[in-house]
């Protein structure tokens, strides 16, 4: 379904976020061999964070990432955003995440002022979106001058002699996986799918540059 675009896309994302809501950690952990804990953590070590500043995740999810902001800030108030209600309702059951205020709100139109955050983070959001200049335009408002904006994403393997192996972890095994731990076969062809569609690191800089980043 990566081929999917404008609303049918968004709508599909969201609903299918939906549907795997309740198995999106443990899944994640699995599939990536417990490696995107230590991705989340180097997100938010390069946020570069003050004590008692204000953080926003976007595409929250369960809030893995608000919630490392939290573990490594003192002070940090962070908010995480998703369009997916039962993502963040799968995050608010976890005891630890008691602290992140959740909001409502879609990433091409973040529902804050600007000049709000000091730092803007997003896990596995950019392949999602509609307009990707778009989101990065809307990051970029609503971070305050010298804040950081931190994007965590997968991209096309590169054409070296582990590209094999990571196509055949992509295109096989997490498929698998994900028929196997939540039912949801479709939504995980839909993540190798949309990650070899999707730019690659630096075609992803160059947009963020062209729009102020």
């Known amino acids: 379904m990566a081929h999917l675009e404008g609303q049918e896309r968004a709508e599909y994302v969201q609903d299918m976020f939906a549907r795997i809501a309740s198995r999106y950690d443990l899944m994640n952990r699995v599939m990536t061999f417990g490696q995107d804990l230590r991705w989340r953590r180097y997100v938010i070590e390069q946020a570069q964070l003050p004590e008692n500043g204000r953080l926003l995740d976007i595409a929250t999810g369960t809030g893995d990432i608000a919630f490392e902001g939290q573990r490594q800030v003192p002070g940090l108030q962070a908010i995480g955003g998703d369009f997916t209600v039962e993502m963040m309702q799968a995050g608010r059951h976890i005891p630890e995440r008691a602290a992140i205020q959740w909001v409502g709100s879609d990433t091409l139109a973040l529902p804050f002022p600007g000049n709000s955050f000091d730092a803007v983070t997003s896990g596995f959001l950019m392949r999602n979106v509609i307009d990707v200049p778009g989101a990065f335009r809307e990051q970029l408002r609503v971070t305050k001058p010298g804040g950081h904006v931190v ?63």
């Open 151 to 213: 994007v965590l994403e997968s991209s096309p393997p590169k054409r070296n002699l582990l590209r094999p192996f990571i196509l055949i972890h992509l295109n096989h095994i997490i498929p698998l996986l994900g028929k196997l731990l939540t039912g949801e076969s479709d939504a995980y062809n839909y993540l190798p799918d949309s990650t070899q569609q999707f730019q690659s690191p630096e075609s992803l800089a160059v947009i963020m540059r062209d729009t102020g980043l």
